[in-house]
């Protein structure tokens, strides 16, 4: 077996004792016994002096790494190809680079440049499309309740959602080794047609959250008013001393025969700017809901079976 090596090779040598072994040769020490003091080989010790009488100096020599293949202006370029376009991928972005260059750029480099300037690839968020009219009512509509504390206790939000059993939004992982990608272990499997689900109708409020009802095929005003208002609705806000229904501007919520109904029962209703799901806090328990479904898929096939 092979003796190990001691571990002061491998240590850098400290400016105090490139010193010392300089100090020491001007004495007339030899190598060999310079190097037993400072506990360093007879290499290193020689190495220090040549270049002690050689350059007048004992400084380590920096690294020497390869040059790089982008210049600044370069760098600087990249960074405004992708912040222009952020979609851009980096494979796209170095064949850019080499059509202008005439020099090989990876898209590995690519993304060390976009690293370095603090970008970074990231799954884009979903939403809908927004006008300026539908920000600009969105906007107006959190400035009129931005002073609301209390009030935020009395409001019941309610929403509609498809709970799908092949459903895959990309929070699902597997763990699998390079060049496994195929592996159909390792695939996601989705249905080209509908996919089997149920749509549910839910509604929570500070404390207390009405039943959860099953919408069996196409809801309409008549069918939400006489299934979901009368049936839950009423009951649930009646258990209440105070209550503000909120409702999303969805084609049955805003029929004439709806509105009458609210009226007709003394509902205060909250007003909803459109397009902004992401203003009520039931779309958080609707997500929970679906990492609970796609971990539980026996129970939501047995759900839909009855």
């Known amino acids: 077996m092979c003796r190990r090596k001691q571990r002061s090779v491998f240590d850098q040598v400290s400016e105090f004792d490139r010193e010392r072994i300089v100090a020491y040769r001007d004495c007339g020490l030899s190598f060999r016994e310079i190097?037993?003091?400072?506990?360093?080989?007879?290499?290193?010790v020689m190495r220090i002096c040549d270049r002690?009488?050689?350059?007048?100096?004992?400084?380590?020599?920096?690294?020497?790494?390869?040059?790089?293949c982008t210049t600044s202006r370069e760098d600087k370029q990249i960074v405004r190809m992708a912040v222009t376009d952020l979609s851009l991928t980096s494979r796209t972005i170095a064949q850019h680079i080499e059509s202008v260059t005439h020099h090989s750029v990876s898209a590995r480099t690519i993304r060390h440049r976009l690293q370095h300037s603090?970008?970074?690839?990231?799954?884009p968020m979903v939403g809908l499309p927004l006008t300026q009219n539908h920000r600009r009512l969105c906007c107006q509509w959190c400035d009129e309740r931005r002073m609301w504390a209390a009030e935020w206790n009395e409001v019941v939000f309610t929403d509609e959602s498809c709970i799908c059993l092949q459903h895959h939004d990309g929070r699902i992982r597997v763990w699998r080794h390079r060049r496994e990608r195929m592996l159909n272990s390792c695939v996601m499997h989705r249905h080209t047609g509908p996919a089997p689900g149920i749509i549910v109708w839910d509604?929570?409020?500070?404390?207390?959250?009405?039943p959860l009802v099953r919408i069996a095929g196409t809801l309409n005003s008549q069918r939400y008013i006489s299934e979901v208002l009368e049936s839950?609705?009423?009951?649930?806000?009646q258990g209440l001393a105070t209550a503000i229904f909120q409702q999303d501007n969805a084609r049955p919520h805003v029929a004439r025969i709806f509105q009458r109904f609210f009226v007709n029962h003394q509902i205060e209703l909250l007003p909803w700017s459109a397009r902004s799901p992401n203003l009520s806090p039931i779309e958080n328990m609707w997500s929970i809901l679906d990492v609970f479904t796609m971990a539980s898929?026996?129970?939501?096939?047995?759900?839909?079976?009855?």
């Open 35 to 44: 190097g037993s003091r400072v506990g360093r080989n007879q290499t290193t």
């Open 52 to 68: 002690w009488m050689h350059e007048g100096t004992t400084d380590r020599r920096g690294r020497s790494h390869p040059p790089q």
């Open 118 to 123: 603090g970008l970074s690839a990231k799954r």
């Open 203 to 210: 509604g929570i409020g500070c404390h207390s959250h009405t």
């Open 232 to 237: 839950v609705v009423l009951p649930y806000l």
């Open 297 to 306: 898929s026996v129970f939501l096939k047995n759900f839909i079976k009855r």
